[in-house]
């Protein structure tokens, strides 16, 4: 049988996550809102081959990193693989980035 502490304990547990996810709908509304235009403002003449290189490069970057450290062991004979990876996975980001924006 559940004791009063772990009753207690439960509902701020829900009234904790109630919370957290109201805070993260309004943001979310409040960025859709005020963000939406700015965000637009700034991307509207567009992106050229340049800018989206960088984009796709840190894009790139981020993913095979997250990638190589949840391999964990294999980093080593995994190597010439994420290379080739990485080569593959920048040049379709870049292209898509640059023909998208």
Do not use: C, Y
């Not at 009753?7 to 919370?19: G, M, N, Q, S, Y």
């Not at 004979?77 to 990485?86: D, R, S, T």
């Amino acid at each position: 049988m559940a004791n009063r502490e772990d009753i207690e304990d439960r509902k701020l547990t829900v009234r904790l996550f109630a919370a957290i996810v109201i805070a993260i709908v309004v943001a979310g509304a409040l960025l859709f809102l005020f963000g939406g235009p700015l965000i637009a403002e700034h991307l509207e003449p567009g992106l050229g081959l340049k800018a989206s290189a960088v984009i796709s490069f840190i894009v790139t970057l981020v993913v095979l990193v997250v990638m190589a450290v949840v391999a964990g062991e294999g980093l080593i004979g995994e190597l010439q693989f994420m290379i080739l990876g990485f080569a593959g996975f920048f040049l379709v980001l870049w292209l898509l980035i640059a023909w998208i924006f």
